[in-house]
């Protein structure tokens, strides 16, 4: 089977805060990343129902914001996928410094 993927995977471990507000906030880390998304294996996923992800996914007014843990940058992400044990996030954008989520 050939690889689908554009970008080449590299495996991380870093802690990270996602943020929506159909959901709230979640904890979790990093476990690979690319230049366009990375997967995040989130600790208390289970209490998110899979319908909550599907909407997160339709909309496109609200994107997910990753915020990485002892890091001032954050990251707005596209939900592309839920997984048994996390959730499959596209890069959208990055900017320097806080965001208007005082859930982070």
């Known amino acids: 089977m050939s690889e689908r993927r554009l970008y080449v995977r590299k495996l ?3 802690r ?7 959901f ?3 904890d ?5 990343i690319s230049e366009g998304g990375c997967c995040v294996t989130l600790d208390n996923i289970f209490e998110i129902e899979d319908d909550l ?8 007014e609200e994107f997910v914001t990753l915020k990485p843990v002892n890091m001032d940058v954050v990251f707005r992400m596209s939900c592309i996928r839920k997984l048994d044990n996390g959730v499959v996030l596209q890069f959208e954008d990055c900017q320097e410094g806080t965001i208007n989520a005082d859930a982070l």
């Open 12 to 14: 991380i471990d870093a």
């Open 16 to 22: 990270v805060r996602i943020y929506h507000s159909l």
């Open 24 to 26: 709230g906030t979640l």
């Open 28 to 32: 979790g880390c990093i476990r690979d």
């Open 53 to 60: 992800f599907m909407q997160v996914q339709r909309s496109e």
